[in-house]
């Protein structure tokens, strides 16, 4: 039976890169986001703005004073992506387009 040879070292850590922006600088930077198959959204709580791109066509939606704090998505299209608020859940059909 071989020796155990020593563990080599571990590589440095590199810096990760930002994240892509998929939506317009005007809305800043996102207090939420996240994304499932080919659906990502962003929510912009300052703004009342939530940024949904579905297959490469992005929207953005008023909130209003709502308060997304999740997300989900079932399949079948836009009326399945659904978002959590402290008042129930609501549908992105629900909110009114920028």
Same mark, same amino acid.
């Given at each position: 039976m =071989? !020796? #155990? +040879?020593?563990m *080599? @070292?571990? =590589? !440095? #850590? +590199?810096?990760? *890169? @930002?994240a =892509?922006?998929?939506?317009?600088?005007?809305?800043? =930077?996102?207090?939420?986001?996240?994304?499932?198959n080919?659906?990502?959204?962003a929510?912009f709580?300052s703004?009342?703005?939530?940024?949904v791109?579905q297959g490469?066509?992005?929207?953005?939606?008023?909130?209003?004073?709502?308060?997304?704090?999740g997300?989900?998505?079932?399949?079948g299209?836009?009326?399945s992506l659904?978002?959590s608020t402290?008042d129930g859940?609501?549908g992105?059909?629900?909110l009114?387009?920028?």
């Amino acid at each position: 039976m =071989e !020796p #155990m +040879k020593p563990m *080599k @070292p571990m =590589e !440095p #850590m +590199k810096e990760m *890169k @930002p994240a =892509e922006r998929w939506w317009s600088p005007e809305l800043g =930077e996102p207090t939420s986001a996240g994304s499932e198959n080919d659906t990502r959204y962003a929510y912009f709580a300052s703004k009342q703005r939530l940024a949904v791109d579905q297959g490469g066509k992005v929207t953005v939606y008023k909130t209003g004073d709502r308060k997304i704090d999740g997300f989900s998505q079932s399949q079948g299209g836009s009326s399945s992506l659904r978002f959590s608020t402290g008042d129930g859940t609501i549908g992105v059909d629900d909110l009114e387009s920028a």
